[in-house]
Structures are given as C-alpha cells and as structure tokens.
C-alpha cells in the first residue's frame, strides 16, 4: 500500500547561515564578519518508497496560486512515471 504514496514537500535553503537567529559569543573589540552576495533558494520535490520525482527550483514567492501552478506541472507527471509506483 505505502508505495502507492506520493509524498510532496518544499523547502527553503538559506546560503549563508540558518533561517533563524543565531547568538554568537566575540572577544571585546572583535570585528564581526559579514557575508555579502548571500541569499536563499526555495525548492519544491516529491518522492514514493520506491523512487524520487521530480525536484524543482521556485524562483517566485511561494503563496496559494504559486503552490498549485507548481502542482499542475510537476506533481502528475511524476505520478505518471510508472517507476514511483
């Protein structure tokens, strides 16, 4: 029955750093580093027990209509592939 599943999720990767606030002990009169050029990517995958689907970058923000677009691209066709089960 469990391969019959098709799980979906997103994610967003930050490049520098956690997406969370971070405390950081510095010695008096330390000089913080900063990272310039960072940002983040936000990905949108599937996968069954048997194998992976498809993996996608979102380049726009993700909201309701965003979320539906990249399900009626993406999350039939890998439930089409008779691989995923």
Known sequence: ???????SDETKIELFGLNAKRHVWRKPGTIPT????GGNI????C???AETGRLVRIKEKMNGAKYREVFDENLLQSAQNPRLG
């Open 1 to 7: 029955m469990r391969n019959k599943i098709l799980w």
């Open 34 to 37: 900063v990272k310039h050029g």
């Open 42 to 45: 936000m990905l949108w995958g």
């Open 47 to 49: 996968f069954s027990a």
